[in-house]
């Protein structure tokens, strides 16, 4: 069992016991609803979260990924309404609030799902300038991470990221993808990836932690089949860059140290590690650009400012005082549930300039 069904297993129980006193506080602005049906409805709202989960981790169907992505959307709603019963009852206390007032607060919900599933599922294109001492010529990346392939998102981002990266194909070198090319909600096929063998420039892949839960070497395979560059532990240069891809991963494995092996000092190192962290740490050691993901910049508000104190480098290009760089994109797929407000789902192309 993954980490990520043990995750969702662990916290159902808690889920559900949350949406029925939201659904109940939620029905008592229109009059209440008897606490039978309220468990009727909470229990349903439960299998929703897991039971598909099981299936789709054997083999996903489109009723599988239906159900799996309704379930995400009203995961999302659910933190929406909570927030209105928040202002509702907090203002309810001092004032009485009109019923058309209620109801818009209500009906804002939906208006703004509406925008937020537009938004995860608009994949843009970025640009950031790093400007490095020891480059001979500029050099264009795209840097991409957090696919999250699975249940949520399957084949058409796939063929959307393959579209845009073939777009790219006259202004960029190569296109590396920090981790998470994979959720683990659903299997991974030999040939989910297939769209991106028709992308004539290198895609360079590390692995996250995501790519473990529906098995690595699966992910691995379907990389393989697609002509996609796995660095798995490993060194490879391109031209004045060299590569260390360092896998991520919650699972028990051996980590590598990382020393000068892992480094060319005639060209621009660049390390490639899933998640925003030891950046002080692969500087000093000589690393020019470190590019992670992982936290999908939070996603959508309020997760944002959440993530903004949770994580140092939540999202952006940051530059330390030794003139190494940082970039940590807010990812292509998302997470559970398919929304986004305040993120994009992102290609950023990083251009690579002589200082």
Not at 125 to 138: A, G, M, Q
Not at 242 to 264: A, Y
Not at 322 to 349: F, N, Q
Request: charged residues 20%.
């Amino acid at each position: 069992m993954s980490f990520r069904t043990r995750r969702v297993l662990s916290v159902t129980p808690f889920y559900m016991l949350f949406e029925f006193f939201l659904l109940k506080y939620l029905f008592l602005l229109f009059g209440g609803l008897n606490d039978i049906y309220l468990i009727v409805l909470t229990i349903l709202i439960g299998l929703l979260h897991c039971i598909p989960m099981f299936f789709e981790t054997k083999k996903s169907t489109s009723l599988g990924r239906l159900l799996t992505t309704i379930n995400g959307v009203w995961m999302w709603a659910s933190v929406m309404f909570l927030i209105d019963i928040i202002i509702i009852y907090s203002v309810g206390k001092f004032i009485a609030l009109p019923f058309e007032l209620i109801l818009a607060l209500i009906l804002i919900v939906p208006i703004l799902g509406a925008y937020n599933y537009y938004k995860a599922h608009k994949l843009v294109v970025n640009e950031k300038t790093l400007e490095l001492d020891n480059l001979h010529r500029d050099v264009n990346i795209a840097h991409l991470s957090d696919v999250h392939f699975g249940s949520v998102h399957h084949k058409p981002i796939i063929d959307s990221i393959a579209d845009k990266l073939k777009e790219l194909e006259s202004t960029c070198e190569l296109a590396i993808i920090s981790g998470d090319l994979a959720d683990g909600s659903s299997a991974v096929e030999k040939d989910d990836f297939a769209a991106l063998k028709e992308v004539s420039m290198p895609i360079i892949f590390t692995p996250g932690n995501h790519d473990f839960y529906p098995g690595i070497d699966n992910v691995v395979k379907a990389c393989e089949n697609a002509g996609i560059i796995v660095l798995d532990n490993e060194r490879k240069e391109f031209g004045d860059l060299s590569i260390f891809g360092l896998t991520f991963s919650f699972d028990d494995r051996d980590v590598p140290k990382i020393d000068e092996s892992c480094l060319n000092p005639n060209l621009v190192n660049i390390i490639n590690y899933h998640v925003p962290y030891y950046w002080e740490d692969f500087s000093s050691l000589g690393f020019d650009i470190q590019l992670s993901g992982h936290t999908h910049g939070g996603q959508f508000y309020p997760a944002i400012n959440f993530a903004n104190i949770l994580f140092k480098y939540n999202r952006g290009l940051f530059k330390n005082k030794l003139g190494k760089y940082l970039h940590v994109t807010t990812g292509v797929g998302s997470m559970d549930t398919p929304m986004r407000w305040g993120t994009d789902s992102e290609i950023v192309i990083l251009k690579l300039r002589k200082k």
